[in-house]
C-alpha cells in the first residue's frame, strides 16, 4: 500500500528516468525546421563534420541531438518514415546502453537507427545483433540506404555468406539484391555490421583458433544493440556456443545400450524428474543394467562411463519427445529451440545425449566431438565495450539483465494508446474439452472475417489442432519450426480478414502483423506466376495490393481487429506478453485470451495440487471453462517461481562459466600476443628462468650445500628439458657450493645454448618455430583442458554430499588444472626448442627416411642418453624427474 502510493506522487522509477529524456527530445524537434532546409549534399557532409568534431574532442553526447535530428530528416527523405518522440526516445535509451522495451509494431528496427548512425561515428564499428538470417539480411537491405546516404559502409553477416550494402548491385535473386558478396573480414570491418548471435560468437570463437591476426575477421567487441534482447540473452543463455571435432570413441555403445533401455521399468529401475530434466537410475536398476550389459559392478571406475551413457539413454527415451524437443529430416536428428519453435540445424545436444536420440531413432549416429572451442552467449556479450538491447518484452526479466548483464531496463510508453483487450484465461478440466473450445472460438472469429492467431508451444500440438481445423473446413496456414523459411512472409499476411495462423510459440517474431496484410507480399502472391515482370507491371499490381489491403483492413477493424488465442501458459510471462503483443499494433483494435486445461504442462508439473483442488472446489465441470481471478492468480505465481527457479540456474551455470571465461581469456589474450610479437624471446627467456627456478627449488632446497641437494635429479631434469650435456654441465658446477650462484650459472648456460641454437638454425627459422610450435602445444593442451573441466563439472555436484560447496570446490581444482596446463605447455614447449635439430639439403637428400619438406624434428641431444637414476623418490606433485614437463603422478609414478 505504502509503495503504491509513493508511486501515484513521486511516479515510478520508469517515469523519472524518461522525464531526464524530455529535454533532449525537445533539442532534436527544435533542429528539425533548419535541418530540413540542408540540401542532400549538406546532409551527407554532415557525417565528416561530426567525425571532425569528435577528433576535436567532443564526446558523442555532445552531438546526439544533432546526429539523431540528420538521421531523422534523411529517413524522411530516403524511407517515407519519420521517427516519432517515443521513437526518439527508445533511440536515447539504446545509445546510453540499456534495454528499450517497446511494444510489437512501434518501430524497433527503425529506432536502432539513431543510435546505430551516431555510435558509427567514431569508426570502431557498431553490431547489430538479430536472431535468425533473415532479420540481419531484411535490416541491411531497409536500413541500408540512410546509412549509405551518410556515407557509411554496412555489412552484413550470415550463416555461409557475407555482403555488403551496395545499392547498385542487383542479383539473379531479388531477395539479395543490394547485398554485394565480400569476405567476412570485410563485413566486419564496415563502419556498421548486422549479423545473428550465433554467427558473431562462432566468428570470435574462430578468430582464436587461427594462426595469423591477418585471417582475423572481427575487430575490437565495441557497441552492439541485441534486438530481441530477451530472446538472445535469456533463453539462449543456457546453450553454449561450442566448435568441436570429432573424437575417437567408437558409436557401438550407443546402439547396444539403445537395445537395453526398453527394457528398464519406470519407477522400479529408474526415476523421472520433468523439472530437472534428469534420469536416476534407483538400486534394482542399477543391478538390472549390470546383468543387461554384462558387467560386475556398474560403478567400478573403470565403467563409470558405461553409466553415464545409461542416463542419457535414459533421458533420450523418457523426456525428449519427436516433434516437440526435435525432429528427424532426412535420417539427421535437428533440434527444436524450446522457446521459438525453430528448427537450430548444427546445432547438438552434448555429452553423448545427441547420439542417444540418434539410437533411439534409428538413424546414423554421428561419432562423439570433443570441444575445441566454447563460449556461452553471457559471457560474450558482456565482452561489448557498450551494450544495450531492445525488445517488446524485458521488464519481468529487469532483475537478470541487471545482476548479469548490469543493463537497465526503460519501459517506452507506445505513440498511440493500447487499444487490445485482455480477457481472462478460459480453463477447462481436460485437454479434449479446451481443444473443443478453441475449435468453436475460430470457427465464431472465422464467421465474421476477423483475423485469429492461434499461439502453441509445441510443433506436435501445431499439427493436431491443424487436422482438428481441416476437419471442421476452416482455411489455415502452419507456421512453425518445420516451415521456418516461409515464416516472415506468413505472418506478414496474418492480419488479412478471415486468416488463421497457426504459430508455434513465437515463431515468425521480428516481423509485424498488419491489419489486411501486407501490401508488397500481397503483390508478389499476385505475380507469383509471372516469373519476368516488369518494373511498370510491378508498380500497377502494387498499387492494386494496397488497394486491396486498405479495404481489408476497414473489415478487419469492424470485426475487432487481429484475436490472439494461446492455447497454452508458457514458463515464462514474457513468452505470453509477446504472443500477446502481435495484437493491438499502433493503437489498432485487438483481443487475447488464453485456453488453459489441468493436463498442460504447466499446471500439471508447477501448478500444484492446489489449483486443481480448486477447481474441484468450484465444482468443475468437463465442457464448461472456469474463469477465476484466484485461479489465474496461482496459475501467474506458478510462473513466476519456474522464472525464479530458471534465472537461478542461469545464474548457477554463470558463477561456474566464469571460472572458465578467465581462463579463456587468459589463453586467448596470450595467443594474440604470441600471433602480434615479431618476436618471443622477451617470454622465452622469461619461460627458462622460471623453469630453471622450479628445478632449482625441488632439487637443491637449501641455501648451501648439503646432502639434501639431489645433484642427480638437477642434471636429468635440466637433460629431459634443455638437453643440456650432463658430463659437460656436472663439470661446470660441481665446485659451486651456495645456491645464488647456482641460480646465477645454470640460467647463463640455458641461455648460451639458446644462443647456440639460434645460429644452428638461423633467426628467422627459429622465430617461426618457435611461434608455431608454441601456438599448436596451446591449442592441443587446451582442448584437453576443455574436455578435462567438462568432466570436472559433470562430478563436482557430489562434493556437496561431503558438506562442501560444489562451486568453491570447482574454483580451487580448475585453478590447479590451469597451472597444470601452463607447466605442461612451458614444459613441452622448452623440450621441443632444446631438443630440435634442422638438417642440411644434404642430409636430407642422404637419408632415405626423411621427405624434403619438413625443416625441423625432434630429438636427444648427440650425447647417449644416461639411464635416469633416482637417489629420492619425488612427490606426488612435484615435476617427473624425466623431463617430460608432467607431475610425477601423471607420468612415471602413475
Same mark, same amino acid.
Given at each position: 500500500?505504502?509503495?503504491?502510493?509513493?508511486?501515484?506522487?513521486?511516479?515510478?522509477?520508469?517515469?523519472?528516468?524518461?522525464?531526464? %529524456?524530455?529535454?533532449?527530445?525537445?533539442?532534436?524537434?527544435?533542429?528539425?525546421?533548419?535541418?530540413?532546409?540542408?540540401?542532400?549534399?549538406?546532409? /551527407?557532409? $554532415?557525417?565528416?563534420?561530426?567525425?571532425?568534431?569528435?577528433?576535436? @574532442?567532443?564526446?558523442?553526447?555532445?552531438?546526439?541531438?544533432?546526429?539523431?535530428?540528420?538521421?531523422?530528416?534523411?529517413?524522411?527523405?530516403?524511407?517515407?518514415?519519420?521517427?516519432?518522440?517515443?521513437?526518439?526516445?527508445?533511440?536515447?535509451?539504446?545509445?546510453?546502453?540499456?534495454?528499450?522495451?517497446?511494444?510489437?509494431?512501434?518501430?524497433?528496427?527503425?529506432?536502432?537507427?539513431?543510435?546505430?548512425?551516431?555510435?558509427?561515428?567514431?569508426?570502431?564499428?557498431?553490431?547489430?545483433?538479430?536472431?535468425?538470417?533473415?532479420?540481419?539480411?531484411?535490416?541491411?537491405?531497409?536500413?541500408?540506404?540512410?546509412?549509405?546516404?551518410?556515407?557509411?559502409?554496412?555489412?552484413?553477416?550470415?550463416?555461409?555468406?557475407?555482403?555488403?550494402?551496395?545499392?547498385?548491385?542487383?542479383?539473379?535473386?531479388?531477395?539479395?539484391?543490394?547485398?554485394?558478396?565480400?569476405?567476412?573480414?570485410?563485413?566486419?570491418?564496415?563502419?556498421?555490421?548486422?549479423?545473428?548471435?550465433?554467427? *558473431?560468437?562462432?566468428?570470435?570463437?574462430?578468430?582464436?583458433?587461427?594462426?595469423?591476426?591477418?585471417?582475423?575477421?572481427?575487430?575490437?567487441? #565495441?557497441?552492439?544493440?541485441?534486438?530481441?534482447?530477451?530472446?538472445? %540473452?535469456?533463453?539462449?543463455?543456457?546453450?553454449?556456443?561450442?566448435?568441436?571435432? !570429432?573424437?575417437?570413441?567408437?558409436?557401438?555403445?550407443? *546402439?547396444?545400450?539403445?537395445?537395453?533401455?526398453?527394457?528398464?521399468?519406470?519407477?522400479?529401475?529408474?526415476?523421472?524428474?520433468?523439472?530437472?530434466?534428469?534420469?536416476?537410475?534407483?538400486?534394482?536398476?542399477?543391478?538390472?543394467?549390470?546383468?543387461?550389459?554384462?558387467?560386475?559392478?556398474?560403478?567400478?571406475?573403470?565403467?563409470?562411463?558405461?553409466?553415464?551413457?545409461?542416463?542419457?539413454?535414459?533421458?533420450?527415451?523418457?523426456?525428449? =519427445?519427436?516433434?516437440?524437443?526435435?525432429?528427424?529430416?532426412?535420417?539427421?536428428?535437428?533440434?527444436?529451440?524450446?522457446?521459438?519453435?525453430?528448427?537450430? !540445424?548444427? =546445432?547438438?545436444?552434448?555429452?553423448?545425449?545427441?547420439?542417444?536420440?540418434?539410437?533411439?531413432?534409428?538413424?546414423?549416429?554421428?561419432?562423439?566431438?570433443?570441444?575445441?572451442?566454447?563460449?556461452?552467449?553471457?559471457?560474450?556479450?558482456?565482452?561489448?565495450?557498450?551494450?544495450?538491447?531492445?525488445?517488446?518484452?524485458?521488464?519481468?526479466?529487469?532483475?537478470?539483465?541487471?545482476?548479469? *548483464?548490469?543493463?537497465?531496463?526503460?519501459?517506452?510508453?507506445?505513440?498511440?494508446?493500447?487499444?487490445?483487450?485482455?480477457?481472462?484465461?478460459?480453463?477447462?478440466?481436460?485437454?479434449?474439452?479446451?481443444? $473443443?473450445?478453441?475449435?468453436?472460438?475460430?470457427?465464431?472469429?472465422?464467421?465474421?472475417?476477423?483475423?485469429?492467431?492461434?499461439?502453441?508451444?509445441?510443433?506436435?500440438?501445431?499439427?493436431?489442432?491443424?487436422?482438428?481445423? /481441416?476437419?471442421?473446413?476452416?482455411?489455415?496456414?502452419?507456421? #512453425?519450426?518445420?516451415?521456418?523459411?516461409?515464416?516472415?512472409?506468413?505472418?506478414?499476411?496474418?492480419?488479412?480478414?478471415?486468416?488463421?495462423?497457426?504459430?508455434?510459440?513465437?515463431?515468425?517474431?521480428?516481423?509485424?502483423?498488419?491489419?489486411?496484410? #501486407?501490401?508488397?507480399?500481397?503483390?508478389?502472391?499476385?505475380?507469383?506466376? #509471372? /516469373?519476368?515482370?516488369?518494373?511498370?507491371?510491378?508498380?500497377?499490381?502494387?498499387?492494386?495490393?494496397?488497394?486491396?489491403?486498405? =479495404?481489408?483492413?476497414?473489415?478487419?477493424?469492424?470485426?475487432?481487429?487481429?484475436?490472439?488465442?494461446?492455447?497454452?501458459?508458457?514458463?515464462?510471462?514474457?513468452?505470453?506478453?509477446?504472443?500477446?503483443?502481435?495484437?493491438?499494433?499502433?493503437?489498432?483494435?485487438?483481443?487475447?485470451? &488464453?485456453?488453459?486445461?489441468?493436463?498442460?504442462?504447466?499446471?500439471?508439473?508447477?501448478?500444484?495440487?492446489?489449483?486443481?483442488?480448486?477447481?474441484?472446489?468450484?465444482?468443475?465441470?468437463?465442457?464448461?471453462?472456469?474463469?477465476?481471478?484466484?485461479?489465474?492468480?496461482?496459475?501467474?505465481?506458478?510462473?513466476?517461481?519456474?522464472?525464479?527457479?530458471? &534465472?537461478?540456474?542461469?545464474?548457477?551455470?554463470?558463477?561456474?562459466?566464469?571460472?572458465?571465461?578467465?581462463?579463456?581469456?587468459?589463453?586467448?589474450?596470450?595467443?594474440?600476443?604470441?600471433?602480434?610479437?615479431?618476436?618471443?624471446?622477451?617470454?622465452?627467456?622469461?619461460?627458462?628462468?622460471?623453469?630453471?627456478?622450479?628445478?632449482?627449488?625441488?632439487?637443491?632446497?637449501?641455501?648451501?650445500?648439503?646432502?639434501?641437494?639431489?645433484?642427480?635429479?638437477?642434471?636429468?631434469?635440466?637433460?629431459?628439458? &634443455?638437453?643440456?650435456?650432463?658430463?659437460? %654441465?656436472?663439470?661446470?658446477?660441481?665446485?659451486?657450493?651456495?645456491?645464488?650462484?647456482?641460480?646465477?650459472?645454470?640460467?647463463?648456460?640455458?641461455?648460451?645454448?639458446?644462443?647456440?641454437?639460434?645460429?644452428?638454425?638461423?633467426?628467422?627459422?627459429?622465430?617461426?618455430?618457435?611461434?608455431?610450435?608454441?601456438?599448436?602445444?596451446?591449442?592441443?593442451?587446451?582442448?584437453?583442458?576443455?574436455?578435462?573441466?567438462?568432466?570436472?563439472?559433470?562430478?563436482?555436484?557430489?562434493?556437496?554430499?561431503?558438506?562442501?560447496?560444489?562451486?568453491?570446490?570447482?574454483?580451487?581444482?580448475?585453478?590447479?588444472?590451469?597451472?597444470?596446463?601452463?607447466? =605442461?605447455?612451458?614444459?613441452?614447449?622448452?623440450?621441443?626448442?632444446?631438443?630440435?635439430?634442422?638438417?642440411?639439403?644434404?642430409?636430407?637428400?642422404?637419408?632415405?627416411?626423411?621427405?624434403?619438406?619438413?625443416? &625441423? *624434428?625432434?630429438?636427444?641431444?648427440?650425447?647417449? !642418453?644416461?639411464?635416469?637414476?633416482?637417489?629420492?623418490?619425488?612427490?606426488?606433485?612435484?615435476?617427473?624427474?624425466? @623431463?617430460?614437463?608432467?607431475?610425477?603422478?601423471?607420468?612415471?609414478? $602413475?
Amino acid at each position: 500500500m505504502i509503495g503504491y502510493v509513493l508511486k501515484k506522487i513521486f511516479g515510478t522509477n520508469n517515469e523519472r528516468e524518461l522525464k531526464k %529524456l524530455v529535454p533532449l527530445v525537445e533539442l532534436i524537434n527544435d533542429q528539425e525546421a533548419a535541418v530540413s532546409k540542408l540540401s542532400d549534399s549538406e546532409l /551527407k557532409d $554532415k557525417t565528416g563534420e561530426f567525425r571532425t568534431r569528435l577528433q576535436n @574532442g567532443e564526446t558523442l553526447d555532445d552531438i546526439l541531438t544533432e546526429a539523431f535530428a540528420v538521421v531523422r530528416e534523411v529517413s524522411k527523405r530516403i524511407l517515407s518514415m519519420r521517427h516519432f518522440d517515443m521513437q526518439l526516445v527508445g533511440g536515447i535509451v539504446l545509445h546510453q546502453g540499456k534495454i528499450s522495451e517497446m511494444k510489437t509494431g512501434e518501430g524497433k528496427t527503425l529506432v536502432a537507427t539513431l543510435p546505430v548512425y551516431l555510435n558509427a561515428l567514431d569508426g570502431r564499428g557498431v553490431h547489430v545483433v538479430t536472431v535468425n538470417d533473415y532479420l540481419a539480411r531484411r535490416d541491411t537491405q531497409w536500413m541500408g540506404p540512410i546509412y549509405n546516404f551518410l556515407g557509411l559502409s554496412v555489412g552484413a553477416i550470415q550463416n555461409d555468406d557475407s555482403f555488403i550494402y551496395d545499392p547498385s548491385y542487383k542479383s539473379e535473386y531479388e531477395k539479395l539484391d543490394f547485398l554485394n558478396p565480400c569476405t567476412r573480414q570485410e563485413a566486419y570491418h564496415a563502419d556498421i555490421t548486422y549479423g545473428t548471435n550465433n554467427e *558473431y560468437g562462432f566468428d570470435y570463437l574462430r578468430d582464436n583458433m587461427k594462426y595469423e591476426l591477418a585471417e582475423f575477421s572481427q575487430r575490437e567487441l #565495441n557497441y552492439a544493440i541485441v534486438d530481441e534482447v530477451d530472446s538472445i %540473452l535469456i533463453d539462449e543463455a543456457r546453450t553454449p556456443l561450442i566448435i568441436s571435432g !570429432p573424437s575417437e570413441e567408437s558409436t557401438d555403445k550407443y *546402439y547396444k545400450i539403445n537395445k537395453m533401455i526398453p527394457k528398464l521399468k519406470k519407477e522400479i529401475d529408474y526415476t523421472i524428474d520433468e523439472k530437472a530434466k534428469n534420469a536416476i537410475l534407483t538400486e534394482e536398476g542399477a543391478i538390472h543394467a549390470e546383468r543387461l550389459i554384462g558387467v560386475e559392478n556398474l560403478f567400478d571406475p573403470i565403467n563409470i562411463e558405461l553409466v553415464h551413457h545409461v542416463l542419457q539413454g535414459l533421458k533420450a527415451h523418457s523426456l525428449y =519427445r519427436k516433434d516437440t524437443d526435435y525432429v528427424v529430416t532426412d535420417g539427421e536428428v535437428i533440434i527444436v529451440d524450446e522457446f521459438t519453435g525453430r528448427l537450430m !540445424p548444427g =546445432r547438438r545436444w552434448s555429452d553423448g545425449l545427441h547420439q542417444a536420440i540418434e539410437a533411439k531413432e534409428g538413424v546414423k549416429i554421428e561419432s562423439e566431438n570433443q570441444t575445441l572451442a566454447t563460449i556461452t552467449f553471457q559471457n560474450f556479450f558482456r565482452m561489448y565495450n557498450k551494450l544495450a538491447g531492445m525488445t517488446g518484452t524485458a521488464d519481468t526479466e529487469a532483475e537478470e539483465f541487471g545482476k548479469i *548483464y548490469n543493463l537497465d531496463v526503460m519501459v517506452i510508453p507506445t505513440n498511440r494508446p493500447m487499444n487490445r483487450t485482455d480477457l481472462p484465461d478460459s480453463i477447462y478440466k481436460n485437454e479434449q474439452a479446451k481443444y $473443443k473450445a478453441v475449435i468453436e472460438t475460430i470457427k465464431e472469429c472465422n464467421s465474421i472475417a476477423q483475423p485469429v492467431l492461434v499461439g502453441t508451444i509445441s510443433i506436435d500440438k501445431s499439427e493436431v489442432l491443424s487436422k482438428e481445423l /481441416k476437419k471442421a473446413g476452416i482455411p489455415h496456414s502452419v507456421l #512453425n519450426a518445420k516451415h521456418h523459411d516461409k515464416e516472415a512472409e506468413i505472418v506478414a499476411q496474418a492480419g488479412r480478414s478471415g486468416a488463421v495462423t497457426i504459430a508455434t510459440n513465437m515463431a515468425g517474431r521480428g516481423t509485424d502483423i498488419v491489419l489486411g496484410g #501486407n501490401p508488397k507480399g500481397l503483390a508478389h502472391d499476385m505475380l507469383k506466376d #509471372n /516469373k519476368e515482370y516488369t518494373d511498370e507491371e510491378w508498380i500497377k499490381t502494387l498499387s492494386k495490393a494496397e488497394e486491396i489491403c486498405a =479495404r481489408d483492413k476497414e473489415k478487419v477493424i469492424a470485426a475487432g481487429g487481429l484475436f490472439i488465442l494461446g492455447t497454452e501458459r508458457h514458463e515464462a510471462r514474457r513468452i505470453d506478453n509477446q504472443l500477446r503483443g502481435r495484437s493491438g499494433r499502433q493503437g489498432d483494435p485487438g483481443t487475447s485470451r &488464453f485456453f488453459l486445461s489441468l493436463e498442460d504442462d504447466l499446471m500439471r508439473i508447477f501448478g500444484s495440487d492446489r489449483i486443481s483442488g480448486l477447481m474441484g472446489r468450484l465444482g468443475m465441470e468437463e465442457d464448461i471453462p472456469i474463469e477465476n481471478k484466484m485461479v489465474s492468480r496461482a496459475i501467474a505465481n506458478a510462473q513466476k517461481k519456474v522464472e525464479a527457479h530458471n &534465472f537461478d540456474i542461469r545464474k548457477h551455470l554463470l558463477e561456474y562459466d566464469d571460472v572458465m571465461n578467465k581462463q579463456r581469456t587468459e589463453i586467448y589474450s596470450f595467443r594474440r600476443e604470441i600471433l602480434a610479437a615479431e618476436s618471443l624471446q622477451e617470454q622465452i627467456m622469461e619461460m627458462i628462468e622460471d623453469t630453471a627456478t622450479d628445478i632449482l627449488e625441488r632439487s637443491c632446497p637449501e641455501d648451501t650445500y648439503t646432502e639434501n641437494w639431489d645433484m642427480v635429479s638437477l642434471l636429468d631434469s635440466l637433460f629431459g628439458i &634443455f638437453g643440456v650435456p650432463q658430463k659437460e %654441465l656436472k663439470r661446470q658446477i660441481e665446485d659451486i657450493k651456495h645456491i645464488d650462484a647456482l641460480r646465477e650459472k645454470i640460467p647463463a648456460v640455458l641461455k648460451d645454448l639458446y644462443k647456440k641454437k639460434e645460429e644452428e638454425m638461423g633467426e628467422h627459422v627459429l622465430r617461426y618455430f618457435e611461434k608455431v610450435t608454441l601456438l599448436q602445444l596451446l591449442d592441443t593442451q587446451w582442448k584437453d583442458h576443455l574436455l578435462a573441466m567438462d568432466h570436472l563439472k559433470e562430478g563436482i555436484g557430489l562434493r556437496g554430499y561431503g558438506q562442501k560447496d560444489p562451486l568453491v570446490e570447482y574454483k580451487k581444482e580448475a585453478f590447479d588444472m590451469f597451472s597444470d596446463l601452463t607447466f =605442461r605447455v612451458t614444459g613441452e614447449f622448452l623440450t621441443r626448442l632444446f631438443h630440435i635439430k634442422v638438417h642440411s639439403e644434404e642430409e636430407i637428400e642422404r637419408s632415405s627416411t626423411f621427405k624434403r619438406q619438413p625443416v &625441423f *624434428y625432434n630429438r636427444s641431444d648427440n650425447e647417449t !642418453p644416461q639411464t635416469v637414476r633416482k637417489s629420492k623418490k619425488p612427490g606426488r606433485n612435484d615435476p617427473c624427474t624425466c @623431463g617430460s614437463g608432467k607431475k610425477y603422478k601423471k607420468c612415471c609414478g $602413475k
